[in-house]
């Protein structure tokens, strides 16, 4: 195995443990708070990380037929993961029509990307890239709404994420 694999299935699965480590620390909040909108929506984030880091870890720890199948596996769950993260600003900072209608076309977008990825060859890429910038960026059609429901520092923290998807996509366009 290449230093490079390795270094990443280590640092991946060191992300799967952080993550459900994270996920049981914020449902466990939730609960405390009785929210039971926080207790779902951080959930559903917290098991599209689990799966991302996990299936990455997978993905870059095994060689042959299986690495081929988690290659494709592992860019499924890159879109399960930017519609996971914006369950919770779907469900508990929008809710009503512009949370559910941001939530629908989120994961029906994921869905679009995880479908393309499975059936359709290599060479739509230039397609899963661009599923990928309009799902990491799709919060801009919600931005009044957002800029009223989140505080500064929460929106701060959409907006970065927003710009790490986006640097994501480089190391997805090189793999």
Avoid at 102 to 119: D, I, K, N, R
Wanted: charged share 10%; proline share 2%; aromatic share 12%.
């Amino acid at each position: 195995m290449v230093y490079g694999e390795r270094f990443n299935g280590i640092s991946h699965g060191v992300g799967a443990a952080l993550a459900a480590l994270g996920t049981v620390l914020l449902v466990v909040l939730a609960a405390r708070l009785g929210d039971p909108w926080k207790m779902v929506s951080f959930s559903v984030y917290g098991a599209m990380l689990i799966v991302l880091y996990g299936v990455s870890t997978l993905y870059h720890s095994l060689r042959g037929r299986a690495k081929d199948v988690l290659r494709k596996l592992d860019h499924c769950a890159i879109y399960l993961l930017i519609a996971g993260s914006y369950t919770p600003f779907a469900l508990v900072s929008l809710r009503g029509a512009w949370g559910w209608s941001l939530l629908g076309v989120e994961w029906g977008l994921a869905l679009l990307g995880v479908v393309q990825e499975v059936w359709l060859a290599k060479g739509a890429r230039v397609l899963s890239l661009v599923i990928y910038l309009l799902m990491g960026w799709l919060a801009l059609v919600a931005i009044s709404p957002l800029l009223a429901a989140l505080t500064p520092h929460g929106f701060a923290w959409l907006a970065a994420g927003g710009a790490c998807y986006t640097v994501g996509i480089v190391f997805y366009a090189t793999d």
